[in-house]
Nanobody, 125 residues
Framework: QVQLVESGGGSVQPGGSLRLSCAASGHIFSIYTMGWYRQAPGKQRELVAAVTTGIKDGSSTTNYADSVKGRFTISRDNAKNTVYLQMNSLKPEDTAVYYC??????????????WGQGTQVTVSS
């Protein structure tokens, strides 16, 4: 079993910053992709940002939703199985519950999707 524990949400004024963290623990052999999704009231869950680490060479690739490019930065500490989301220049439309997701290689051998419990981000004046 694998657990994802998120932290760092909260309330901030427009233009402010927040940093989200998500730590994975449990029976983990490796993690392909770690990412952040968000869901606003009445809307579908959407990808915010994701980072994938290559198993063979350890290189990382990132992708972002167009709406957050230039404002949000995703990073990853593979030794700690932790992913971060630095959110700058926050806007009211960034208000949502943010969920961490990890694609974990574990046993019985396979890749499994795990989700965190969600953390609320509110941007309001």
């Amino acid at each position: 079993q694998v657990q994802l524990v998120e932290s760092g949400g909260g309330s901030v004024q427009p233009g402010g910053s927040l940093r989200l963290s998500c730590a994975a623990s449990g029976h983990i052999f490796s993690i392909y992709t770690m990412g952040w999704y968000r869901q606003a009231p009445g809307k579908q869950r959407e990808l915010v940002a994701a980072v994938t680490t290559g198993i063979k060479d350890g290189s990382s690739t990132t992708n972002y939703a167009d709406s957050v490019k230039g404002r949000f930065t995703i990073s990853r500490d593979n030794a700690k199985n932790t992913v971060y989301l630095q959110m700058n220049s926050l806007k009211p439309e960034d208000t949502a519950v943010y969920y961490c997701k990890a694609d974990v290689v574990s046993t019985p051998w396979g890749t499994y999707d795990y989700w965190g419990q969600g953390t609320q981000v509110t941007v309001s004046s």
